[in-house]
């Protein structure tokens, strides 16, 4: 029997064709989606950047950045920094709360361009 491209599985040209279904990559922690079920952060008490950077909405490079400065509450777990959901929600809802006085006087821009200033 002479075996043509075809049925070798290849294209008209003569190129190598997978026949099967090209398959979607797993998420981490294999096909079950790990050891925790629902968003990422909901149980964790103790994240890590990756985590943290999510969980915040910002990127990991932000996060080393504001770690640097002291900026975040974050602690070094061996040579990892890590970060303490409750630590998060607090200092979060801290910097919030010094925002909202901030906010309710006019910015020196936005007065400046009424002409009030």
């Known amino acids: 029997m002479l075996r043509t491209p075809k049925a070798l599985g290849a294209d008209i040209e003569g190129e ?16 079950t989606g790990g050891r925790h ?3 990422m952060a909901d ?18 490079d932000t996060l080393y950045k504001y770690v640097g ?10 040579n990892r920094w890590r970060f303490k959901k409750s630590r998060l929600d607090q200092w979060m809802e801290e910097k919030s709360s ?6 309710k006087r006019k910015p020196k821009a936005a007065a400046k361009a009424a002409g009030t200033q």
Do not use: C, D
Not at 22 to 27: A, D, F, L, T
Not at 98 to 103: L, T, W, Y
């Open 16 to 31: 190598a064709v997978s026949r099967e279904k090209p398959r979607r990559p797993e998420p981490r922690g294999g096909a």
């Open 98 to 103: 010094q925002m909202e006085p901030a906010m």
């Open 43 to 60: 149980s964790r008490e103790v994240m890590n950047i990756r985590q943290a950077s999510q969980y915040l909405g910002v990127s990991p």
């Open 69 to 78: 400065e002291q900026k975040i509450p974050a602690f070094k777990l061996g």
């Open 37 to 39: 079920k629902g968003t």
